[in-house]
C-alpha cells in the first residue's frame, strides 16, 4: 500500500489549493480515505473522510475546516483531492492522507504529507 | 471530543534502553487506542492497535499496555532504527483525536 500526497506549496489568505493522494496497492474504491493536518509544533488534526464508493462516498469534515474544504474521489485514477477553498494562516500545516481501515474505522496507511504555507 | 495527552514530548535513550510513552484520555476509550511512528520524511507506520496488539510485520521490540484512559507504549532494547516521532489516536468516539507526539532520540 501507498499514499502519495502532492500539490501543496505557498499560497496567499483567501485562496484555494487543491492537494492529490495518489494510493496504490489496495482497491482504492473499496475503502474510505482521509485527510489529517499537523501545523507547526502542533499536534495531528482530522480534517476529513470519504467513505468509500460502495458506501456512497458521503463526506465528512472537522469543525475548523466544515463549509470551506471539500473531498472527492476519483476511482478511475486512485486519486482523492481536497479541495480548500478560503485559506487561512492557521490552514499552514502538513496535510497527510490515509486509507481508513474498515476493520476497525481508524487511519492504518499514511502518506508521507505535503506542507502548505498560507501567507502573504 | 476526547483529549488525550501524551508524555513526554521529547526522550532521550541509549541504545538497549526501556522507554515508556503514556497516553492519557479524559474518558474512558475502552481499548481503543492506536499507537503510530513517523521519521522525518517518511510515512507514519501503524505499530500498535486497540491498546496492545501489533501490527504484523512490526518488531517485537515494541509493545502496547492499558486500557480506558491510560495507555503505554514501551520500547524495549530501543535501537537506532527506533528514532521518530511516536502518537496515539483515539479511535472510540468521533472525531478522531491524537496525542501531541513524543520525539525519540537515540
Known amino acids: 500500500v501507498q499514499l502519495v500526497e502532492s500539490g501543496g506549496g505557498l499560497v496567499k489568505p483567501g485562496r484555494s489549493l487543491r492537494l492529490s493522494c495518489t494510493a496504490s496497492g489496495f482497491s482504492f474504491p473499496d475503502d474510505a480515505l482521509s485527510w489529517f493536518r499537523q501545523a507547526p509544533g502542533k499536534g495531528l488534526e482530522w480534517v476529513g473522510f470519504i467513505r468509500s464508493t460502495p458506501a456512497g462516498g458521503e463526506t465528512e469534515f472537522g469543525a475548523s475546516v466544515r463549509g470551506r474544504f471539500t473531498i472527492s474521489r476519483d476511482d478511475s485514477k486512485n486519486i482523492a483531492y481536497l479541495q480548500m477553498d478560503s485559506l487561512n494562516t492557521d490552514d499552514s500545516a502538513v496535510y497527510y492522507c490515509t486509507r481508513v481501515f474498515r476493520g476497525g474505522w481508524y487511519p492504518d496507511y499514511w502518506g508521507q504529507g505535503t506542507l502548505v504555507t498560507v501567507s502573504s | 471530543e476526547t483529549t488525550l495527552t501524551q508524555s513526554p514530548a521529547f526522550l532521550s535513550a541509549a541504545p538497549g534502553d526501556r522507554v515508556n510513552i503514556s497516553c492519557r484520555a479524559d474518558?474512558?476509550?475502552?481499548?481503543?487506542l492506536n499507537w503510530y511512528q513517523r521519521k522525518p520524511g517518511e510515512a507514519a507506520i501503524f505499530i500498535i492497535q486497540d491498546a496492545s496488539t501489533l501490527v504484523p510485520g512490526i518488531s517485537p521490540r515494541f509493545s502496547g499496555s492499558g486500557y480506558g484512559t491510560d495507555f503505554t507504549l514501551t520500547i524495549n532494547n530501543i535501537q537506532s532504527e527506533d528514532a521518530a516521532y511516536y502518537f496515539c489516536l483515539q479511535h472510540d468516539n468521533f472525531p478522531w483525536t491524537f496525542g501531541q507526539g513524543t520525539k525519540v532520540e537515540i
Open positions: 474518558q474512558d476509550l475502552d481499548d481503543d
